[in-house]
């Protein structure tokens, strides 16, 4: 089993220290960790990492590999890594190549397959939407959630949930998005704070 930690906009010294601990870390546990500068020219990661580079909102720079041979075991170790990271202000993302999603920064056991974070300012406008296409790890509930208001401000949040019905979840995410670039909202990346406080109901 395997999950990869995409990771943008950090210092080489900085993510080697963590490296350097991390492995001492997941070697105690039985957990294997590997990191590598990624290579890939940004539109071969476009094509195979889209919701990747979606949820960062910049090209990754670093990719980090955690493997081990159950999931239960894998999981929240990985997770508990990529928290961390956030703390940090780090620009990460943590991903589950088997299910094509990434893990969501509040909930180990949800995916999201989709994310865009949108902003929009004009004049005393300044707004920010938060978009969601999430799925429970077992895939048997999807959700499409939305957290808006004003920037630094409290949010709201709507969620609409479908149950096994991925096509229908689909379609309301893009219909949510789709309005949102046609009212003139551009795309951004959110500070950890305004991502670790999305609540989900399944």
Same mark, same amino acid.
Request: charged fraction near 25%; proline fraction near 5%.
């Given at each position: 089993?395997?999950?990869?930690?995409?990771?943008?906009?950090?210092?080489?010294?900085?993510?080697?220290?963590?490296?350097?601990?991390?492995?001492?870390?997941? !070697?105690?546990?039985?957990?294997?960790?590997?990191?590598?500068?990624? !290579?890939?020219? /940004?539109?071969?990661?476009?094509?195979?990492?889209?919701?990747?580079?979606?949820?960062?909102?910049?090209? /990754?720079?670093?990719?980090?590999?955690?493997?081990?041979?159950?999931?239960?075991?894998?999981?929240?170790?990985?997770?508990?890594?990529?928290?961390?990271?956030?703390?940090?202000?780090?620009?990460?993302?943590?991903?589950? /190549?088997?299910?094509?999603?990434?893990?969501? /920064?509040?909930?180990?056991?949800?995916?999201?397959?989709?994310?865009?974070?949108?902003?929009?300012?004009?004049?005393?406008?300044?707004?920010?939407?938060?978009?969601?296409?999430?799925?429970?790890?077992?895939?048997?509930?999807?959700?499409?959630?939305?957290?808006?208001?004003?920037?630094?401000?409290?949010?709201?949040?709507?969620?609409?949930?479908?149950?096994?019905?991925?096509?229908?979840?689909?379609?309301?995410?893009?219909?949510?998005?789709?309005?949102?670039?046609?009212?003139?909202?551009?795309?951004?990346?959110?500070?950890?704070?305004?991502?670790?406080?999305?609540?989900?109901?399944?």
């Amino acid at each position: 089993m395997r999950l990869e930690l995409y990771i943008a906009g950090v210092s080489q010294a900085n993510l080697l220290d963590w490296t350097l601990q991390l492995s001492k870390d997941a !070697q105690a546990v039985g957990i294997e960790v590997a990191h590598f500068p990624i !290579q890939e020219t /940004p539109e071969v990661l476009r094509r195979k990492l889209p919701v990747v580079l979606d949820e960062l909102c910049s090209i /990754p720079e670093h990719r980090v590999e955690f493997c081990a041979a159950e999931i239960e075991r894998l999981g929240p170790f990985a997770y508990t890594n990529y928290l961390s990271r956030m703390d940090r202000d780090w620009n990460v993302s943590l991903y589950f /190549p088997l299910k094509g999603a990434i893990f969501l /920064p509040f909930d180990e056991t949800t995916l999201s397959r989709r994310v865009a974070h949108l902003y929009y300012q004009e004049g005393p406008s300044d707004k920010v939407y938060h978009l969601y296409l999430a799925e429970s790890s077992t895939g048997t509930c999807y959700a499409v959630i939305s957290r808006y208001g004003r920037r630094d401000g409290s949010l709201q949040q709507t969620q609409k949930t479908f149950d096994s019905r991925l096509a229908a979840a689909e379609k309301e995410w893009n219909r949510l998005h789709g309005d949102k670039l046609q009212k003139g909202y551009q795309l951004g990346h959110p500070t950890p704070p305004q991502q670790l406080t999305l609540a989900l109901s399944f």
